[in-house]
């Protein structure tokens, strides 16, 4: 599991990363670091999701495509 945007980009751009895990919650912060910025490699493909309904959540789980 890696939770800082400096190191899950550098593991995206590596190809370390086998899933990505998204929780959605309904919350508006209005400012923060994109977790997802400019990738070396460019657009990085996801496959479909595997969805959890949590309370007051909704956690996606992608695959990555490789």
Do not use: K, N, W
């Not at 939770?3 to 400012?31: K, Y």
């Not at 460019?42 to 309904?53: I, R, T, Y």
């Amino acid at each position: 599991m890696i939770a800082s945007t400096s190191i899950t980009q550098q593991a995206l751009d590596l190809g370390l990363v086998d899933e990505v895990c998204v929780s959605l919650v309904p919350v508006l912060f209005g400012e923060g670091i994109p977790y997802f910025g400019a990738l070396a490699r460019g657009h990085l493909l996801l496959e479909d999701p595997v969805v959890v309904q949590g309370r007051r959540a909704l956690h996606l789980r992608y695959p990555v495509r490789r």
